[in-house]
């Protein structure tokens, strides 16, 4: 079946890194876009990072720019977003999600679990 | 960047009621909409595309409507499990944006 799973969340300090891993099964990897949603404690959603299926373009919210980096391993199915220079405010759960791939071109269509990431001293 | 503003916040209904949701574009984004559904501890679940399309296996109680800025999202018959939080988001634009959120509460 359609899956995604992230991992790699955890506690870190700020200014320091962590790199998320979304696994992907059951469905095309290289077929849709992707991208990472995170959720602050307690808030609502906020969009982060996108990738097109053929990896040639992204794009992310202005708050993450020039310290996120999303990209795709099409070898191993895997999306990752490489988080440098974490700030108290990046702490939150971050949803990998598929775009279009069980219903409409550019729709979140599927949804991993959630990985934590909490940013503290 | 789009800003997507959803209206109430919050709202009380009992089961068996009939709710709308409100949303609103700050610029015109066609009928690029999508709603999502969250309950506590879940990842968000894709109840409508396409402004008023219902993705696969979601009830016909839910439809969405409109176009340009101004989207709602109706319940016809509030059913326990509907109580949750409900988003917008438009995808005409990057970056993708969501509303803040309805929470649907009940009364």
């Known amino acids: 079946q359609v899956q995604l799973v992230e991992s790699g969340g955890g506690v870190v300090q700020p200014g320091r890194s962590l790199r998320l891993s979304c696994a992907a099964s059951?469905?095309?990897?290289?077929?849709?876009?992707m991208h990472w949603v995170r959720q602050a404690p307690g808030k609502g959603l906020e969009w982060v990072a996108g990738?097109?299926?053929?990896?040639?373009?992204?794009y992310n919210v202005d708050s993450v720019r020039g310290r996120f980096t999303i990209s795709r391993d099409y070898s191993k199915n895997t999306l990752y977003l490489q988080m440098n220079n974490l700030r108290v405010e990046d702490t939150a759960v971050y949803y990998c999600?598929?775009?279009?791939?069980?219903?409409?071109?550019?729709?979140?269509?599927?949804w991993g679990q959630g990985t934590m990431v909490t940013v503290s001293s | 960047e789009i800003v997507m503003t959803q209206s109430p916040a919050t709202l009380s209904v009992s089961p068996g009621e009939r709710v709308t949701l409100s949303c609103r574009a700050s610029q015109k984004i066609s009928s690029n909409l999508a709603w999502y559904q969250q309950k506590p501890g879940q990842a968000p679940r894709l109840l409508i595309y396409?402004?008023?399309t219902r993705a696969t296996g979601i009830p016909a109680r839910f439809s969405g409507s409109g176009s340009g800025t101004e989207f709602t999202l109706t319940i016809s018959s509030l059913q326990s499990e509907d109580f949750a939080v409900y988003y917008c988001?438009?995808?005409?634009?990057?970056?993708?944006?969501f509303g803040q959120g309805t929470k649907l509460e009940i009364k």
């Open positions: 988001q438009q995808y005409n634009n990057w970056p993708r944006t």
């Open positions: 059951g469905f095309t990897f290289s077929s849709y876009g």
């Open positions: 396409g402004a008023s």
């Open positions: 990738i097109w299926s053929d990896g040639r373009n992204k």
């Open positions: 999600a598929g775009e279009g791939v069980l219903e409409w071109p550019n729709v979140f269509d599927i």
